[in-house]
């Protein structure tokens, strides 16, 4: 299983600096990907931008968006910035795309939720068409495309446009429990092999209680539940390796950890927990 590591670009705090020499480390390290956050009506930098400053300095990652809320943007605008960040890296994007749960970055784009499941099937095989008679390039071909969320229609979306899942987060066994549903979606459609499995978790190795204050913000929407999130924050060695292995045995291929502390101190600490 490859691990790869998320750009703090939704923590308290970030910079552009902090960012780019978040990458350069990264790339540096034993991280195979670096993947960002999505989010519209909160302090955060826009993740298609942020990916293309960290292309700049890298070259062997992969770059990912786990996930990006496809509806939020123009179909079209939304194919561009996915195939522009994928020629300007030399091939290296993940496009992750869902509808997103946060009914307040509908509400700051001006556009209607309630029709998002759609609008994200009409993104997917728009993104997945040709387009050697379109006027909207460069071209999308090779992106690898990855679909989230938990519901029938989001795995019945991934099987038929997809190459893989990108699992929301939680414990081994939930992440089980989604992949095991996305191999019998594939598999109902008749498509050969098995989709690529993402999955994700956060960590805080050294200021933990800013790195819990940050995920009862980030997840304050979701009411109670922000504090299951924080209870599964890892906050020491022993429990990204355990996590580590956990989603090894559970048949993930490639898992992101997400920084809840901008501080690179922390990249550090996750290195050298990941021991590769």
Known sequence: MNVGVGLPTT???????????WAKRAEAGPFTSL????????????????????AGVTSRVRLATMVAAGPLRPTALL?????????????????????GARVEDY?????????????????????RGRVEEERVGPSREGIELLVGGGSGPAFARMARYADGYAHGGGPPRAFAGAAARAEAAWRDLGR??????????YFALGDVEAGNAY??????FTGPFAERVVA????????VKDFVRGYAEAGCDELVLFPTVSDL?????????VGR
């Open 232 to 239: 599964a924050n890892l906050t020491s060695a022993r429990a």
């Open 79 to 99: 194919a561009k910035q996915a195939a522009s960040l994928h020629a300007l890296s030399g091939g290296r994007l993940t496009l992750g795309l869902a509808i």
């Open 192 to 201: 050969p092999g098995r989709p690529r499995l993402w999955g994700q978790g």
């Open 265 to 273: 101190s922390e990249l550090d600490r996750l290195a050298e927990a």
């Open 11 to 21: 923590t308290p705090g970030a910079d552009g600096a902090l960012v780019v020499e």
């Open 215 to 220: 995920l009862r913000d980030y997840y304050a």
């Open 35 to 54: 993947a960002v956050l999505d989010r519209l009506a909160y302090e955060s930098f826009e993740p298609f931008t942020a990916l293309a400053a960290a």
């Open 107 to 127: 509400e700051a784009a001006g556009v209607d939720h309630r029709d998002r499941g759609r609008r994200l099937a009409e993104q997917l095989a728009y993104v």
